[in-house]
């Protein structure tokens, strides 16, 4: 039993008093919210009553009924919302209610302070809990008395200022927890019948216990999951949806499956219309809710379906796991892990329907959610469907906003073709302009765009689809290339070297090569490049250029891995910078062009150390070139 001592004033942590500063200051809309949460708080306690109930655990008042009850009084400006769930003990009262237990509260609290978004927009699909009373309360009062027998009722008190008052309370209370809101002068509204009401249909209506509005049972409890599909009418799923989501939209989508053998589950879920991953604020708020025989064994339970489907919404319930079962073996159990392995395959299987039948419907489901479900390559028991499943930009596109599947990119691939070739980086336009893709519009060859980092984790892991493999444009083998016909004869715009022109074009790069030294491994003539003078390829080793860059950035020491220069012998700067050195062939110009080519080059694959130094010699350049220009035009 808790040691009460007498009336102790106790400080609020610094994040609540930044919580309630936000709450009290900046809110002005979506105040109602304040009501969701505490019945949602009534209902999880008792439903954490209910599981100890039926765990055998010794309850005090164990004839209560389970209700939730929501008193008013105009008159005195108050609003009472009481339960007879768990309660607390006065040690759980000073750390239940003294720090903030919701990850998304914290999250609230650090996009209200650090990013420009108003609060006002977006709270409601935050669940912010108890303190959301204070948008609307002057003073509240807890009236708490735990389930545990011999533990003494306790009063918490606070006007939401500074600091709170904990005692032992007084009168005589029966199990269960009571709020009473003295409500703010400009709130007197969530004192009248009407508003209450409408409240608490609008988001309290699914809550599966009686709730009272001055004794006047207003909510009907049913279990939506368990009716019958025909019997549902599209605005009973959105209503169900919102209460369960809080989003303020409409879901894109509902799955609704009731599943008897060889184990039986009910499951429904949603997909939202927009991604609620708030800039990657929103990772640990997903789950499914689980119940079994209609009663909630966990809420927002993140075993059910793997991470990469966390965008979905809903509820599932078995009646083939026993009730007292405990959240922490869960996952051990076999008939758990069955409905989990079911659920994810309907799911896939329904996506898989949808990408099939309704491509316009996918791509904007996979706009919004292909960020998250591309991660399904980690799935290896999914891997076909998660191939399918997967979209991507190409060079066969017309606009940056169309995608491809997998399946399309093959049927077009070239009868030799035996790999899907992809290209990172920032954007289209700028992997488009990539000398790496020179050889590939010569060969009318198609190539993924991959501008997510992620991308090439999710390829490469992949690793093929179907019997090809994925490649980077920039590791790719040029002899298999040779096989392939161009897709239209170019114009040739310089004459083919001559034996001795081509004679110093190979000792100009072993010239370029010494004066490169080590950071290449050789500089070589280039079949690949059309329009570019030079570019970097990877050497023998097979990794990408981002991928590389990627592996840099994880491990600050690494040096950029070794590659080769290639330089394109049909390029007017290499065919100027061939008659200086058939000149002189230590003229100070091909240094520095020479040292520009490959630097321009490292840009391009995005692993230049020094842009300063790259700027300083494009400078000079620039003051030399000036030079030229004004004694070429006599000036
Ligand atoms: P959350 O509900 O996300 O945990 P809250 O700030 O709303 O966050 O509540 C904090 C904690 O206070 C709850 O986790 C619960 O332990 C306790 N609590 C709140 N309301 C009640 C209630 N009506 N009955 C019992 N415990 C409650």
């Known amino acids: 039993m808790s040691e009460i001592a007498n009336t102790k ?14 709450l009290v200051h900046s809110l002005y809309t979506s105040r109602e ?16 009553l209910r599981f100890e109930s039926n765990r055998g655990t010794e309850i005090a008042g164990k004839d209560l009924l389970l209700e939730i009850n929501v008193d008013f009084d105009s008159e005195k400006k108050m609003l009472t919302i009481s339960d007879t769930g768990i309660g607390m003990t006065h040690d759980e009262v000073i750390t239940n209610i003294g720090t903030i237990a919701k990850s998304g509260t914290e999250e609230f609290v650090k996009m209200i302070s650090e990013t420009k978004i108003d609060a006002n927009n977006i709270i409601g699909k935050f669940g912010i809990g108890f303190y959301s009373a204070f948008m609307v309360a002057k003073e509240i009062v807890i009236k708490t008395k735990s389930f545990k027998k011999d533990e003494p009722a306790v009063e918490w008190k606070s006007d939401g200022l500074g600091d709170y008052e904990i005692c032992e309370l007084n009168e005589k209370i029966e199990r269960g927890t009571k709020i009473e809101i003295h409500l703010k002068d400009d709130a007197q509204e969530f004192a009248e019948k009407w508003k209450l009401e409408s409240i608490i249909k609008k988001h309290s209506s699914f809550i599966s216990f009686p709730i009272f509005l001055n004794k006047e049972k207003i909510n009907t409890i049913s279990a939506i999951w368990r009716e019958p599909k025909s019997s549902i009418t599209k605005e009973k799923y959105e209503e169900f949806y919102k209460f369960l989501s809080h989003d303020t939209d409409a879901p894109m989508d509902v799955i609704h499956k009731s599943v008897d053998a060889p184990i039986q589950f009910n499951a429904l879920l949603f997909i939202p219309i927009k991604s609620f991953e708030f800039f990657w604020h929103d990772r640990e708020n997903y789950g499914l809710d689980l119940y079994v025989r209609r009663v909630l064994i966990q809420h927002k339970n993140k075993d059910i379906l793997p991470e990469y489907l966390s965008f979905v919404k809903g509820v599932v319930d078995s009646e083939d796991l026993p009730l007292n079962i405990s959240r922490e073996t869960l996952q051990e159990n076999v008939v758990f892990n069955k409905i989990s392995s079911s659920v994810t395959n309907n799911i896939l299987s329904h996506l898989l329907d949808k990408a099939k039948n309704d491509a316009e419907w996918y791509k904007q489901f996979w706009s919004e959610h292909g960020k998250i479900l591309k991660l399904g390559y980690t799935d290896f028991l999914n891997h076909e469907k998660i191939l399918e ?73 992949l690793r093929k689809y179907k019997d090809y493999d994925f490649k980077s ?27 001795e022109e081509a004679k110093h074009f190979s000792i100009m790069l072993a010239k370029i090569k010494s004066i490169i030294g080590d950071k290449v491994v050789d500089v070589k003539e280039s079949k690949r490049l059309v329009e570019s003078a030079a570019c970097l390829i990877s050497g023998d080793d097979v990794m990408s250029a981002s991928m590389q860059k990627i592996l840099k950035m994880a491990n600050q020491n690494t040096e950029s891995p070794q590659k080769i220069l290639e330089i394109n012998p049909n390029h007017k700067l290499t065919r100027n910078l061939l008659k200086v050195f058939k000149k002189d062939s230590n003229d100070e110009y091909i240094k520095n062009t020479a040292e520009q080519l490959f630097e321009t080059a490292q840009l391009q694959d995005g692993n230049l150390d020094d842009t300063h130094a790259l700027v300083k010699k494009i400078n000079n350049l620039l003051e030399q070139s000036s030079d030229w220009y004004c004694t070429l035009k006599n000036i």
């Open 9 to 22: 004033k106790y400080e609020f942590k610094a994040e609540i008093k930044k919580l309630l500063d936000i």
């Open 473 to 499: 444009a920039d590791t790719i083998d040029l002899k298999k290339f040779d096989e392939l016909p161009n897709v239209e004869e170019q114009e040739q715009k310089f004459e083919a070297l001559t034996d």
């Open 389 to 461: 499943l997967l979209r991507f930009n190409s060079t066969n596109c017309q606009d940056k906003d169309e995608l491809v599947p997998l399946a399309d990119y093959v049927s077009r691939a070239k009868n030799e073709q035996k790999e899907i070739y992809y290209i990172c980086g920032k954007t289209r336009e700028a992997m488009m302009a990539d000398p790496h893709m020179e050889i590939f519009k010569k060969k009318g060859l198609e190539v993924l765009f991959l501008p997510d980092p992620v991308d090439e984790f999710v390829v490469s892991s």
């Open 33 to 48: 919210i304040f009501l969701r949460e505490l019945i949602s708080n009534s209902s999880d306690a008792l439903d954490k």
